[in-house]
């Protein structure tokens, strides 16, 4: 099912950034770097629905988060692997994306 989503569309602009970091165009590209790597990982046949909280999740973790622009490409790999390994335990404590 993910190759029903557009992982286009929620892809981050400087524009979306700017009201939360110094550097908005770094930070989109951060985020969007993370939103990448969780649909490279996102099983095949995983429903859209649950793709769609995923990336969701992933958009309203990060976007806001002041130290985006700090960590490296090792901190985001081992952060989307633990988001893809435990994505049933997270959501679970999520109450509202």
Do not use: R
């Not at 602009?13 to 490279?40: Q, R, W």
């Amino acid at each position: 099912m993910k190759d029903l989503i557009d992982i286009h569309t929620v892809l981050s602009t400087p524009l979306d950034m700017e009201d939360f970091h110094d550097d908005p165009e770094g930070a989109s590209d951060k985020l969007n770097d993370i939103l990448h790597m969780v649909y490279a990982l996102i099983d095949d046949n995983l429903s859209t629905v649950k793709i769609e909280l995923i990336l969701g999740y992933v958009w309203e973790h990060w976007h806001q988060d002041i130290h985006l622009n700090d960590l490296d490409d090792d901190d985001l790999v081992d952060w989307v692997d633990h988001l893809i390994n435990n994505w049933d335990t997270i959501i679970e404590g999520v109450d509202e994306l």
